[in-house]
């Protein structure tokens, strides 16, 4: 997303007579005297020209056109003042200058409509496709700088990938009945196939009905006075927001809007604010979506290898000879996933350093770096007197951001970030497969059971644990090595440990619970057991 469109406020003579002859009646006295403009926060108002006139009674007298030009800098500078108290008043109360000006968007809209206008260069045309709201389910929340292709993917995983993934396991299923049937030929990937066709088709047509704020989408770009009359009404859209979303990279936490967007949230959701709060690093959708993709390639070339090494009866590769084909896939398709985790784990440290020592004056805005060069107001002068108004002072906001915010965010990103349900997700090509490999045993309905308690053991139990185990380790070892080769020797390592455990638990399963004789009761208890592990060393770990 191109770095031009980041918030501004803008310009005071653009915005100021038609907004404040319409709302300065509707702020309470006692607002204007809390948000009251400081000495300090005057400093940051610009003017057309900053000097100040101070003329003797000779030039007075000789120079009335300079008088004229002094008293008209006044009206220009206090007319200034007046906005940034109006400003000031409106983020303090968050209320909206008009019910009108709160705006959402569908995310279904934006998945279908932001790439071609990103690709075109008009993201000021997705506020055609906004509209009118009295309540939000979201604010999203993100910086300029950050990659907009790693935001747009996390939207589309987020939103999205559950539906695929189920469309994708429904797709498998009806395969699986149709070759069971009879009706479909000897080909051995049918199950594979349809599951990833109806998980594409899904991806791509869902429509995710939530009403969302996003800054482009929802604040015009074009129209000066309703892009003033927005921002002022941030508060509004914040407040009326039920959650918040926070599209993090290391950029967010350096920026103005960005910190006071998540501060204003957190105060206006007072006391469950953090409850409310999500945050997802640039990497989540794209490791996420790109490992469930080399998965399936994975199961792909399984179901290949293994058609062509098993024996004429249509028995299925086992022992030793599985846990090699497996060790082969694993350590060529996830080394480079594992490698991109180690960097994701580091970046998250360093925002918790970022945090831990957080300074308003450290952050930065696009008005400020840009020099006010068009006159616009400044940014700063208005955040800050507005986190002063809620806080008291800017140290208690600072305060909170270096405990409660900082602790909200690294619990999200470093706890959260691998939930259960999002491995479940990642692993769903799994489920694909054993579907495949059912249907070898179609006519045998014991030895269907005997493999759905084998399918759940796993998907349920024993792949969340390897995969959280992994994550674990990403977060241990993410110390960058000196040496390129040795760096990624260290995420091959963490593979070879994930790995590992699943050796160790597969032979349970088989020298423990497969006895041809007892195998169905076996299998029962097998997943059993495995599920109370599970579930323990889940919430300990």
Not at 239 to 266: G, H, Y
Request: proline letters at 4%; aromatic letters at 10%; one cysteine or more.
């Amino acid at each position: 997303m191109p770095q031009s469109s980041e918030t501004v406020l803008g310009k005071p003579e653009v915005v100021l007579p038609e907004v404040l002859v319409d709302i300065e009646d509707h702020i309470p006295s006692e607002s204007l005297e809390v948000c009251e403009v400081s000495p300090g926060i005057e400093d940051h108002i610009p003017t057309e020209s900053p000097q100040v006139c101070e003329m003797s009674p000779i030039i007075a007298d000789d120079s009335p056109s300079a008088c004229s030009m002094a008293s008209r800098q006044d009206v220009d500078r206090n007319k200034a003042g007046q906005l940034v108290q109006l400003y000031i008043a409106f983020v303090h109360q968050m209320k909206a200058t008009r019910p009108e000006i709160l705006r959402g968007v569908r995310v279904w809209q934006l998945l279908r409509y932001m790439p071609w206008a990103w690709l075109r260069g008009q993201l000021e045309d997705l506020h055609l496709v906004s509209q009118e709201t009295a309540k939000l389910d979201q604010f999203w929340s993100h910086s300029w700088q950050g990659a907009g292709w790693a935001k747009f993917t996390n939207i589309l995983y987020l939103h999205s990938c559950m539906p695929a993934s189920i469309a994708g396991t429904l797709g498998a299923g009806i395969a699986f009945g149709l070759v069971s049937a009879g009706l479909l030929g000897a080909l051995q990937t049918y199950c594979m196939l349809f599951g990833f066709v109806a998980f594409c088709i899904t991806l791509l047509l869902w429509r995710p009905q939530k009403l969302v704020f996003l800054d482009i989408a929802c604040i015009h770009q074009t129209d000066e006075e309703r892009k003033g009359e927005a921002l002022m009404s941030m508060g509004a859209f914040l407040k009326q927001s039920n959650s918040m979303l926070v599209l993090w990279d290391p950029t967010w936490v350096t920026r103005l809007w960005c910190v006071f967007e998540i501060a204003a949230f957190l105060h206006s959701h007072e006391p469950d604010g953090e409850a409310s709060l999500q945050l997802v690093p640039p990497l989540l959708g794209p490791a996420f979506l790109g490992s469930e993709m080399w998965i399936w390639v994975g199961t792909m070339i399984y179901t290949y290898i293994e058609s062509f090494l098993a024996s004429s009866e249509g028995s299925l590769i086992e022992g030793e000879h599985h846990l090699m084909l497996v060790g082969i896939v694993v350590l060529v398709l996830l080394g480079f996933v594992t490698h991109a985790l180690r960097g994701y784990a580091r970046s998250v440290n360093t925002l918790q350093e970022q945090l831990r020592v957080f300074k308003a004056e450290q952050t930065r805005s696009a008005c400020c770096e840009n020099g006010h060069e068009d006159g616009s107001l400044c940014d700063r002068a208005i955040i800050l007197k507005s986190i002063i108004a809620w806080y008291s002072s800017l140290d208690s906001f600072e305060l909170q951001v270096q405990t409660e915010v900082r602790m909200a965010i690294i619990d999200q990103l470093a706890n959260r970030a691998i939930s259960y349900q999002r491995i479940l997700l990642l692993s769903t090509p799994y489920l694909w497969l054993r579907l495949e490999q059912a249907t070898v045993h179609a006519s045998d309905p014991i030895r269907q059971v005997v493999n759905l308690a084998h399918t759940l053991t796993y998907f349920l139990a024993i792949f969340p644990l390897m995969d959280k185990l992994g994550f674990r380790l990403c977060f241990r070892l993410q110390a960058r090595c000196c040496k390129l080769y040795l760096d990624f020797f260290v995420s091959i390592a963490i593979v070879v440990a994930a790995f590992s455990f699943y050796v160790a638990c597969y032979a349970i399963q088989i020298y423990v619970f497969r006895q041809n004789d007892r195998e169905l009761i076996l299998s029962l208890i097998s997943m059993l057991s495995w599920w109370t592990v599970a579930a323990v060393l889940w919430r300990i770990t």
